[in-house]
């Protein structure tokens, strides 16, 4: 066991000083560099999402309803000895007095009580530019406290009297932070808070106003979790409708789904240079073992034996691996702090500290990347026999052994998947290049068949001739060659696309030209007056929907509630009332991906494809709505795909007339506003029942989201292009000593250098066209399953690509040969002639 530790230091340190293992330490730090910096950033961001979970609620738990809090849930919180804070909010429209200009802004009104917020911290200022400071206290009875940006909207100021329905509050502080802000709609719409005491003095709360509720608990975990399932319980039984116990998950979608896909775009160029790491480790390790055949050789016939040589390569790489994981952690850490600062925002800049893992799976994935793929071919030299000293054609490498490789390709794509929490993104990813690798394979195999055949020695030129001779007469290195850089050309071109059209079709969810203007509650006699305001103000494109409240009450004839249905979202949506509307034609935006739209077909209605999949709907059920009391049969003639995040009037169901005869309805109106000071205020003031929302801060805010996530995707692609050169280059030089024999030998009957460097062009032109042909088609394949599958938008790949992809390839291929293969063509004649004949 000495002598191997002592052979291992010793080649070790000769190794690295001759460079044999600079692309080894290379591939495994780039690949550990890349998945530790996304490890960590998750990890720290997981920590601090649950150590902020109790603030982000205001409570340990959370009771949600549209109803107001049974005294039952009261008293049981009182009975366990929690403290207990309750809160509503509904959206209503503040105003500036006519002397002070009479503007009007649509707000989401939040009622406090003496205690709010349980957890977490209110942050208040007295001026709109102050920093914002803690404070226990809530509004006194006739203050409001407001979001700085309603000052200006309203053009009032701090001290001055805000109109809220029937009477004046006093603006007395500005909301810096509300811990419990939460998700939605209203989220985004300033917030006006003020004491519950002053709420009935306003006059909004009506018998039909929609009110959202919020009873915070706080207190011992044992009480708390008492409490939980208590309401648990309670809500099963069906005995509260409209109420759901809140979680973190539940209490705040909206940051958790924005970080989710920016870590899946994280994860899937992390994976992309995991995968080019492990084809580069594994084409350094054969070129490092064939580089040591000869000195395995002596070394038998110096009497070392076989298990001393396998040792003390396997300590070495033991070394190497440890060495470059420890390094590439290291850089992986220092990333991270790259990615909260481009999520600045989006993420809490005082996360807490990471834990372990990411070390331990860096360390892990670096040693299973040379163990897998490096070390089985640099085992074989302790197989090397004493006779190679003297015959130098036998004792070469051989392929690994199938057991082998099955182990260490499993133990890898086993990582893979761990890593990229997600198992749609890790399947495709893996499994796409799993089977593209086999592809690349079988069809660069036939391409050299085919290549040999169509060439004619007779007439074509004398240095395609023996380009095509060098590329067939080694068809194994010629196949293992063009599929190598097909998988480093796949995964870049994977990159370009993901660029220019995955995240292109992300930015056009919210186009330029969305519309940023939500006009709800337009009376059907305001209807024709209210359009022809729009389009007097230069508005020409609109939505235009008359907006009906149903609620789903049965299903083929049979009667539904929300117990018939274990998914939570399917008890909430039967539970609630639905945004019915109706149209003759189908909404441009939608798309029908079942069935068949018929305009003015009654009793038909469509229903949108991810409530019926959740409802497990299907074409032909007949749906039965109540709608103001009046029930309402209609069958699914068809589905619809909706893009959400368009911005536009979106529905679940519509019904396929122009006209629904005796039910009552509104309008709705989604457009983009122009340009004009005072519009919506005028629009107000025509129109004083409307409900005009203003979207232009939350497209503002989608877009900036948007901007910081590629930021940080683009600067872990770097990781990835870094790990594709090294791939390509790896590639290319792969057989440099081969190829040095062979020219030694043309060299020798009297081939020209010049005639030289046109093979060796035309070798690597034809191996890198063939090779980005190949990984262009494969990596549209894999970016629609990706598009499609994981991140849900829709492929626009042009179908030129697979021409980019071969003129790329032929590119990065003759510049990674000359970089490569430069010292080949350089060597003396008496040199390479002595070298071929070693």
Known sequence: ?????????????????????????????????????????????????????????????????????????????????????????????????????????????????????????????????????????????????????????????VGDMMLLGDTQLKIARIVVLEPDRGAGFMSFAPRVMLNQADVARTGLVQPASRISYRFAVAGDAAAVKSFSDFTDATLKKGELRGARLDSFETGR???????????????????????????????????????????????????????????????????????????????????????????????????????????????????TLLFAFGLPPVLQLAKVPPLRVIRRDVGGLKPASIAVLTVGVLGFAALLLAASSDIKLGLIAVGGFAAAVALF?????????????????????????????????????????????????????????????????????????????????????????????????????????????????????????????????????????????????????????????????????????????????????TLRFDVGGIPSDARITSLRKVDWGSLHANFFVMYTVATLPDVPATYLAAFRAPPVKGFDNALVRSYPNITNVDMSATIAQVQRVLDQVISAVEFLFGFTLAAGLVVLFAAVTATREERAREFAVMRAVGARASLLRQVQRAELIGVGLLAGLLASVVASAIGWALARYVFEFTWTASPLVPLGGALTGAVLALAAGWWGLREVLRRPVVETLRRAAE
């Open 1 to 157: 066991m000495n002598a191997s530790f002592r052979l291992g230091w010793r080649t070790l340190w000769r190794d690295l000083r001759a460079g044999e293992l600079r692309l080894l330490i290379v591939a495994v730090l780039l690949a550990v560099a890349a998945l530790t910096a996304v490890g960590f950033f998750a990890d720290r961001l997981k920590g601090g999402l649950q150590r902020d979970a109790r603030q982000l609620l205001g409570g340990d738990a959370v009771l949600a309803s549209d109803n107001p809090t049974p005294p039952a849930f009261v008293e049981k919180a009182k009975s366990l000895g929690l403290q207990a804070a309750g809160t509503y909010g509904f959206p209503t429209m503040a105003r500036a007095s006519d002397d002070q200009g009479g503007a009007s802004k649509l707000v989401a009104l939040k009622a406090v009580e003496a205690g709010y917020p349980l957890r977490g911290r209110l942050q208040t200022s007295v001026t709109a530019e102050g920093a914002g400071e803690p404070t226990r206290d809530i509004p006194a009875p006739g203050d409001v406290w407001i979001d700085a940006s309603l000052l200006e909207s309203l053009g009032l100021k």
């Open 253 to 367: 979608p909206e940051m958790r789904q924005t970080l989710d896909r920016a870590e899946k775009f994280l994860n899937l160029v992390a994976l992309l240079a995991a995968l080019l790491s492990a084809v580069a480790v594994a084409l350094a390790a054969r070129g490092f073992a064939a580089s040591h055949l000869d000195d395995c050789a002596m070394l038998r016939v110096l009497g070392q034996s076989q298990r001393t040589i396998a040792m003390a390569y396997a300590f070495e790489f033991l070394i190497i691996g440890l060495v470059a994981s420890g390094l590439g952690v290291a850089i992986g850490f220092g990333v991270h702090y790259v990615f909260v600062a481009l999520l600045a925002g989006l993420v809490d800049a005082s996360l807490p500290a990471a834990t372990l893992w990411p070390v331990a799976f860096g360390f892990g994935m670096g040693l």
């Open 441 to 621: 394979a079988a069809l660069s195999w036939l391409a050299v068949k085919v290549l040999r055949r169509s060439v004619n020695e007779t007439t074509a030129p004398r240095w395609l001739v023996l380009a095509t001779r060098q590329i067939s007469a080694r068809p194994v290195y010629a196949v293992v060659q063009v599929s190598a850089l097909a998988v480093g050309l796949l995964a870049l071109i994977l990159l370009v696309l993901l660029r220019t059209d995955l995240v292109s079709s992300w930015r056009k969810a919210t186009p330029p030209d969305a519309p940023n203007r939500f006009v709800i509650n337009v009376m059907p006699e305001q209807s024709d007056p209210f359009q022809k305001s729009l389009r007097d103000a230069g508005v020409s494109k609109f939505d235009w929907y008359p907006m009906i409240r149903g609620r789903l009450i049965a299903i083929n004839d049979k009667p539904i509630a929300p117990d018939d249905y274990a998914d939570d979202r399917a008890k909430r949506l039967v539970d609630r009332e639905f945004n019915l509307s109706n149209s003759a034609d189908a909404p441009a935006h939608n798309t029908i991906t079942s069935g068949r739209w018929t305009p003015d077909a009654k009793g038909e209605i469509s229903v949108e494809e991810g409530l019926a999949e959740t409802l497990g709907l299907k074409l032909g059920d």
